[in-house]
């Protein structure tokens, strides 16, 4: 059971509730499932039943502090070892973008999570492109950070020279909101942005689409912060890029020995891969030449506009043909710049034709990425509806424990308040409260939708399964935003017959 994008393995309900009204108060999130938050298990897109955790995240723990609410593990390509959004043990999460696409992995739940409107941001990890790519097939915001700017204690390792923890966002000013909790400060005398940057070796390895999207995303972002744009060459083929990351990348996977009982066929292959990865010293040596001459510009102050996929979400099923195997070479390539670089990378949505653009500035120059990336032209603000999120998992919460007092509050205190459910009809709070029993009512919700129609006035309706009997029914809540914040007016419970 889940949610109608198979986002969330844990959830949605407020598992970990928000520690203070911090500066990101009112913001839900949910936690990629091999990043451990106590008391909810971490099964890294396994089967296998696993204990909750003993420990959190510090990432996770910052968050809780600084006033956001997780409401549970999202889903993950098994150990984070695939792009395709495929490779879990459970129901694969669906593109809410378009549903006939991958969403792309290994971070897929955390990305359809955000892409659907379920959560405010999502946390994820990203070795080889496990934000960023997911990131540009559902059209959001993904944030990969300079390497170790982000504490990965409690965090299943992948290949941990490479592996980092970031984030995903509606829009890049949530994701800068996240930013400023969870990075450091970058080092002082910082330089402002100078030149945005084209890599002629990218533009060449995708189509004439994608090639004409990323060019004028450059140019219009040179224009907005006020500097030039220019291409340039790396001086060796992405191919090349490629190659020396992916070995690199199979060396360190296959140092960390992992139980492989109940693994998919094609995980099992990409594990039995890394056990023969061999490093090749000439093709490193021209690479780091090349990529020394990237950092140079970087750390100056240019920005690299890159694509972040080798074009838009290939079909579900394309998976196995050979032309998707061309565009996850490719892909790979294309974001093993930042990887190798160890640097910060953020994925901005375009929409035509589809393909996100990924920005890459100077390794700890993370914070400066994402002002830059705030003045990006034709970047969407989030939908109205953070505290409304909040709220209604919340009320679900409560609801699955029995907690009357809260689920009290949240009835508007003034008429008109209406609940009709098969114990009976209510026409006040007081008649609502009289109604319920103090009893837990645990549940699984398997469709949520949220509609705000108006700044003050929302509707939410979901569809669930009560866990102890299996009996199945519908709910709608009009909920509206007053001085106390976001109250129900108006609630209808249904069940399936």
Known sequence: ??????????????????????????????VKDIVDVAGLPSRHGLAAEAPPAEATNSAVTALLDAGASCVGKTTTDQYAFSLSGLDTAGSAPVNPRDPTRLTGGSSSGSAAAVASGLVSFALATDTAGSIRVPASYCGIVGFRPSHGAVPLDHVGPLAPSFDTLGWFAADVHTAARVGAILLPADAPGMPKPRTVLLLSEALDAVDQATRAEVTRFAEHLAKALEIPCRTISAGVHLDDVGSVFRAAQLTEIAAHQRDLEGVLPAIRTRFADAATAVENPQQQARVRVALSG??????????????????????????????????????????????????????????????????????????????????????PRQRHGDALRAAFYQYETALTEGDIDTLDSFFASSDPCIRFAPDGSAYSREQIRALRVSRAAPRELTRIEFAALDQETAVVAAEFIRTGSGVSGFQTQTWQHTSEGWRIRMAHVSLRT
Request: glycine share 12%.
């Open 294 to 379: 990237l950092k140079d510009p970087l750390d100056q102050g240019d920005l690299l506009a890159l694509p972040a996929a080798a074009g838009a979400a290939p079909r579900v099923t394309a998976v196995g043909a050979e032309e998707y195997d061309s565009h996850r070479t490719t892909t790979i390539a294309l974001n093993a710049v930042a990887g190798l670089l160890g640097a910060p990378a953020i994925v901005l949505p375009t929409y035509e034709p589809h393909t996100g653009i990924q920005l890459v500035g100077a390794p700890g120059a993370d914070r400066a990425l994402l002002t830059s990336a705030t003045a990006a032209p034709d970047q």
């Open 1 to 30: 059971m889940g949610d109608q994008w198979n986002a969330f393995v844990v959830g949605p309900r407020e598992h970990a509730p928000a520690r203070t009204a911090g500066p990101l108060c009112g913001l839900t999130f949910g």
